[in-house]
């Protein structure tokens, strides 16, 4: 499999050196068309490190040195007889190997994300290619031109930069998501089987009335930054108590809830992008008025938009009735069981 150097690069712009070059460089000169594909794989190096803070550099260019990259069917699309530069159009081509395709594709599965790798290069304007099979290619625009003592080629890339790096991030992010969403699918499977039997003997003492809710949120903040949902899962593990209601029928009492873990999803720009099913808190709920103990997952990974939600769907493991949780317009905080 090729490998592909890394050359430094700033802004896109890439430099390479040779050891004698004329003055008149045409679209498939070879150090020109190294330094396009060092640019576009360093850039989406840099991205996916700033959507995975926690993946180190190291794992991501292993990952990355797993895709081979070529530029095919180079054609010049502009010259200018007064200017040693030239501009250059191409297939820029990505051939993914087969163990990276099927760690993809069982992430995907496992996120509840129905496609597969050549629909999601697709949504990032590449297409099949016929250079070699699992291969795909975007067209990308691009400009060369030698220095004046012609010891150097600069190249910049001026369209198709973000759907290569795009496509190039969704890859490298999915294929590398795959054991850290078999770890989570594990713990959800345990989470489910556990269930604490329910004693009728056992009776909830109702919440103190100067019980007050635990904290109050900005409400716009908790409509519009789904974030500040985790920070207070995170922020309130533990006993709470919420006003709440049973089958639509507003309780007296505050009820107990009890949030026992937090999951928090694994990348946010695939959650935002792809919606894949990821977890939030474990809940145990005691009503005021019954002896009913209840434990509910939280998730989503439904087609709404998740940044403008107010509320998050819960379901029971028993029975799935829908459990809502939400804040209202004076900061305090609700569950209601359907």
């Known amino acids: 499999m090729k490998t592909v150097k890394l050359l430094p690069i700033v802004l896109a712009l890439g430099v390479t050196l040779s050891a004698c070059q004329t003055k008149k460089i045409d679209c498939s000169n070879k150090e020109g068309l190294s330094a396009v594909i060092a640019a576009l794989t360093k850039d ?37 007889p007064n200017s040693t530069k030239v501009f250059c159009e191409a297939a820029f081509v990505v051939n993914v190997p087969v163990n990276v395709i099927e760690d993809a594709e069982e992430a995907m599965k496992k996120a509840g994300y129905d496609s597969n790798v050549e629909l999601a290069l697709e949504e990032n304007g590449f297409e099949i290619s016929s250079a070699a099979a699992n291969s795909y290619q975007a067209t990308i625009s691009y400009n060369l031109q030698p220095t004046d003592d012609g010891k150097s080629t600069l190249s910049r890339i001026d369209e198709g930069k973000t759907q ?28 489910v089987i556990v269930i604490p039997e329910v004693k009728p003997e056992v009776k909830i003492e109702t ?10 949120i900005d409400t716009a903040q ?19 108590y919420f006003n709440c209601a049973y089958k639509g029928k507003t309780a007296s009492k505050k009820c107990l809830v009890t949030i026992t873990e937090v999951n928090a999803s694994i990348d946010s720009r ?12 474990k809940m145990v709920i005691k009503w005021p ?8 997952s939280l998730s989503d990974n439904s087609n709404d938009e998740i940044l403008n939600l107010a509320n998050r769907n819960a379901y029971q493991v028993r029975d799935n009735n829908p459990i809502d949780l939400f804040i209202d317009s004076q900061g305090e905080e609700h569950v209601h069981l359907w």
């Open 44 to 80: 989406a190096e840099q991205e996916i490190k700033s959507t995975n803070p926690t993946v180190t550099l190291s794992a991501i260019r292993a990952a990355i040195n797993n895709l081979a990259f070529s530029i095919k069917e180079v054609r010049t699309s502009k010259q200018d």
């Open 164 to 191: 290569v790096v795009n496509a190039i991030h969704d890859l490298i992010v999915w294929s590398m998501a795959k054991n850290e969403l078999a770890k989570q699918s594990d713990k959800i499977t345990q989470d």
């Open 207 to 216: 919440a103190p009335a100067e019980i007050e809710p635990v904290q109050t």
């Open 222 to 240: 908790t409509f519009n930054n789904e974030p500040v949902f985790e920070e207070f899962f995170q922020a309130n593990t533990g006993e709470n």
């Open 270 to 281: 695939i959650r935002e992008r792809y919606e894949p099913h990821y977890t939030f808190p």
């Open 289 to 296: 008025d019954g002896d009913v103990s209840r434990y509910v």
